[in-house]
């Protein structure tokens, strides 16, 4: 699987800096399934690092790939960023909220060589970041 992450920053509603954060790649799991979310079996590939108020961060990638006896393939993949001082958003059930986080989970016919998508924003964390940000990610899984 390779990833590349880039940091989207926006002021007033306009996105005003991009930047690229790192091209990672790595092998990811690839598993035999019976059509149920490959999420729960994805592997870091490769941590890069971005810079947040004087602090180096690591962003984790992670990735998975299932191959259904019912002819179909899913991939899916993340991306986030968990800083140190990460308090729960709700004190009671929710876990510590990421700076920034995306995902996806794709679906596609038959068994390609390759597959390509990109990933989502976590939209709480897009609105609760000062300022808004998110990360985004083109991925791509080949055989």
């Known amino acids: 699987m390779t990833a590349k992450v880039q940091l989207i920053e926006a002021r007033d509603g306009t996105v005003n800096k991009i930047t690229?954060?790192?091209?990672?790649?790595?092998?990811?799991?690839v598993f035999s399934d019976d059509g149920r979310s490959a999420f729960?079996?994805?592997?870091t590939i490769a941590s890069c690092t971005m810079s947040r108020n004087g602090n180096?961060?690591?962003v984790k990638v992670e990735g998975?790939?299932?191959?259904?006896?019912?002819?179909?393939?899913?991939?899916?993949?993340?991306?986030?960023?968990?800083?140190?001082d990460a308090v729960p958003l709700c004190p009671d059930l929710?876990?510590?909220?990421?700076?920034?986080?995306s995902s996806a989970e794709v679906r596609v016919s038959g068994k390609p060589k390759s597959i390509a998508f990109s990933l989502h924003p976590n939209l709480v964390s897009m609105m609760n970041a000062k300022p808004t940000l998110w990360l985004e990610a083109n991925v791509e899984i080949n055989d």
Do not use: F, N
């Open 40 to 43: 729960a079996h994805t592997q």
């Open 94 to 101: 929710c876990g510590p909220q990421p700076l920034a986080d």
């Open 20 to 29: 690229e954060l790192c091209k990672v790649s790595g092998k990811i799991p």
């Open 56 to 58: 180096k961060l690591a």
């Open 64 to 84: 998975a790939k299932a191959v259904s006896k019912k002819g179909a393939t899913y991939a899916v993949a993340s991306v986030h960023v968990m800083p140190p």
